[in-house]
């Protein structure tokens, strides 16, 4: 561990916004005023722009702006029809918009457990959810590692259901080589300013190789008008706006040396808490993993965190509650125990600071923070 003393009390929030735009200040501010003089506020060059950009950086043929990751994931399901009588499965370990998303279509959302090394749904246990009723799959990617996208394609192929990746904390990972977004029918994106790709408030986007699926999500995303003021399908109004895509444009440009850094960061906390009984995360060989968080996994969790505010340390819990024990799915009539791993990882896991800009000295005085709690 460094020299440094114990009790040098430090201020690291889990995520500094600031220091990100004071490195790419005049590159955010000079696209902000080329948005307000050209005065295209609603789609446009900066948006048609983003959409080429990011479906290319995904290995995707088609990228749609929308308002955000859930309407990404709420758009592929209306898009592909899925509504009542269906069923459609995802992780019982996410955030709530993979599942929320199920029920505002109408559908059932059926739950699947997780792997408890990466949090993401089990492969293994993706089959015996799969009924005649259901319609798709959705498989989470979570913190920025891809699942097995090998298997639960094959899973998905073998069963004749449809895929859609919620890559909302994944842009740029892979799997197997193949980026986040590329292998499932739809990939479906969320620049939520805490992604690794933020907007500066709420976007998302869809990815897919398919033009006849690109053509209904952009057909969805604006009331289903075609041409204009005539609708053959009731859709919404979900855009992405100018001046968020023209600022996602310059953050594109620096998103791999971000994703790298960050990644980097992960190998110094694994390595400060070697030999500690801190639960590191695991990164799959298989996988380019993009550390949108770093989770570890300790007994006492919530101990933990309070020892870190004290001192400074801002840490959050992704997710305190699985989604199958949510109050509003107990129409579901799960129980506390169906899904172990998802409960465990609800009770143990916690998130540190592992944004760019960090640095190592903040690194460490976390990392020593926290073996100093475990070792106490
Ligand atoms: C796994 C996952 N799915 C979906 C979403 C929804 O994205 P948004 O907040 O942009 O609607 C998020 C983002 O918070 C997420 O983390």
Known sequence: ???????????????????????????????????????????????????????????????????????????????????????????????????????????????????????????????????????????????????????????????????????????????????????????????????????????????????????RVRLLREHGARPKYHHARIGTNSRLDALHAAILRVKLRHLDRWSETRAKNAEVYNRLFEGSPVGRPYHDPRARHIYNQYVIRIPKRDDLRQHLSDRGIGTEVYYPVPLHLQECFAMLSYKPGDMPAAEAAARETVALPIYPELGDERLRYVAQTIREFVER
């Open 1 to 215: 561990m460094s020299a440094m003393p114990a009790q040098t009390k430090m201020t690291v929030p889990l995520l500094d916004l600031k220091a990100q735009y004071a490195d790419i200040r005049q590159e955010v501010d000079e696209a902000m005023r080329r948005v307000m003089e050209s005065t295209r506020f609603i789609g446009g060059p900066e948006v048609s722009g983003l959409e080429e950009e990011i479906a290319r950086y995904s290995q995707c043929a088609h990228g749609v702006g929308c308002a955000s990751g859930t309407d990404a994931l709420l758009l592929s399901l209306r898009a592909l029809s899925i509504g009542p009588g269906d069923e459609v499965v995802t992780s019982a370990y996410s955030f709530f918009a993979s599942a929320g998303v199920i029920a505002n279509v109408g559908a059932t959302p059926v739950f699947v457990d997780i792997d408890p090394r990466t949090y993401n749904l089990d492969p293994h246990r993706l089959e015996a959810g799969i009924t005649p009723r259901t319609k798709a799959v959705i498989a989470v990617h979570l913190y920025g590692q891809c699942c097995d996208l090998t298997a639960v394609k094959n899973i998905c192929d073998k069963r004749r259901v449809w895929l859609v990746e919620d890559a909302a904390q994944a842009i740029g990972s892979e799997w197997e080589g193949r980026r986040a977004g590329s292998v499932g029918d739809f990939g479906c994106f969320s620049f939520f300013p805490s992604k690794n790709l933020g907007a500066a408030g709420d976007g998302g986007m869809v990815v897919t190789q398919s033009a006849e699926h690109a053509d």
